[in-house]
């Protein structure tokens, strides 16, 4: 089955400092990744799509500033949490897909805590 | 808005027997279903899934059913395994402008009792 890989699998952080989170699709070429943010018990909210060579399209609500997403192959997409705070404490789920496939493909997850 | 709902935020069900899980949608314009099976502190994986043009899928012990005109599906484990214990979702797949997203419902907590 298709793997997508996430890392860092969790990262504790200072207030204020910048923090890069990225998913790899490993056996698969990725057209779109999708960033979603689960808060503790409650679903897995989307955060922005990203396809390949293009700028991500951020969900209402979410600062792209604030949360950079990069696509620059069909093989990894990043996502920066920039200048980072307590309450962007949350745990950060990638997944992925190829052409018109049905089903995406999650990555780990990431857990972030900003001290 | 909650566009996928799960209104059962858990459910136990004894060993050997179906579990049933549900899950509402307001968009007819969903065009693809999924159901993801999901562990604390890791990402979800992917059970099984449905057209919107069919009514039925079935996959070993899992089955979905689709009801359009009541904008709801369900998922069937049968028989339930203590494994099974987990948190299902339900997701959705919407097309806007040419690309796709999948939207999530609030997510079952299934326990299976031995």
């Known amino acids: 089955g298709a793997v997508v890989s996430q890392h860092p699998s969790w990262v504790i952080c200072k207030s204020g400092t910048s923090v890069k989170i990225e998913c790899r699709s490993l056996?698969?070429?990725?057209?779109?990744m999708f960033w979603y943010r689960q808060f503790p018990k409650q679903s897995l909210m989307l955060m922005a799509t990203?396809?390949?060579?293009?700028?991500?399209?951020?969900e209402q609500g979410v600062e792209k500033d604030k949360f950079l997403i990069n696509h620059a192959s069909l093989t990894l997409s990043t996502l920066t949490v920039t200048s980072a705070h307590p309450e962007d404490s949350s745990f950060y789920i990638c997944?992925?897909?190829?052409?018109?496939?049905?089903?995406?493909?999650f990555g780990q997850g990431t857990r972030l805590t900003v001290v | 808005d909650q566009q996928v709902k799960q209104n059962s935020p858990s459910l136990s069900v004894q060993e050997g027997r179906i579990s049933i899980l549900n899950c509402d949608y307001t968009?007819?314009?969903?065009?693809?279903f999924l159901w993801y099976k999901k562990y604390p502190a890791e990402g979800p994986t992917f059970l099984i899934s449905?057209?919107?043009?069919?009514d039925k899928n079935e996959d070993g012990r899992f089955t979905v059913f689709l009801n359009k005109s009541a904008k709801h599906l369900s998922l069937h484990i049968v028989p339930s395994q203590p494994g099974d214990s987990a948190v299902y979702f339900c997701?959705?797949?919407?097309?806007?402008?040419?690309?796709?997203?999948?939207?999530f419902g609030t997510g079952t907590r299934l326990k299976v009792l031995a």
């Open positions: 056996d698969f070429q990725a057209t779109t």
């Open positions: 997701a959705a797949r919407e097309w806007t402008s040419g690309t796709y997203k999948y939207i």
């Open positions: 997944s992925a897909g190829y052409g018109q496939n049905t089903e995406a493909f």
């Open positions: 968009n007819s314009m969903f065009d693809y």
């Open positions: 449905i057209s919107s043009i069919k």
């Open positions: 990203s396809n390949e060579g293009s700028k991500a399209t951020y």
